[in-house]
């Protein structure tokens, strides 16, 4: 079956950096485009990052652009949520997803993973 599961994430102080990873198993990874979401508390989801399947173009909302960077290794099957200069409204529960943009379908999603930034 198709499993998503993201790992890195943790604890961290504003200014921190992070690296999220999502292996992939069980879809032909190479033609997916993937990408990152996540959900705040007490908020809805919100669409953070997306790559194309050949890593060719990506895509991010305003509120992580220049701060975060979305990259994969096809040969690994993983992608990756690279974070820095976290804030503490980057606290969330974080999940990887197929799909690039966010108003693309997103057939799959990972069970997410928690960060949250504070002193």
């Known amino acids: 079956q198709v499993q998503l599961v993201e790992s890195g994430g943790g604890l961290a102080q504003p200014g921190d950096s992070l690296r999220l990873s999502c292996a992939v198993s069980g879809l032909n990874f190479d033609i997916y485009a993937m990408g990152w979401a996540r959900q705040a508390p007490g908020a809805g989801i919100e669409w953070l990052a997306g790559i194309y399947s050949d890593a060719s173009d990506t895509w991010y909302a305003d509120s992580v652009k220049d701060r975060f960077t979305i990259s994969r290794d096809n040969g690994k099957k993983e992608v990756y949520l690279q974070m820095n200069v976290l804030k503490p409204e980057d606290t969330g529960k974080y999940f990887c997803?197929?799909?690039?943009?966010?108003?693309?379908?997103?057939?799959?999603w990972g069970q997410g993973i928690q960060v949250t930034v504070a002193p």
């Open positions: 997803a197929t799909g690039i943009l966010p108003t693309t379908q997103h057939d799959y």
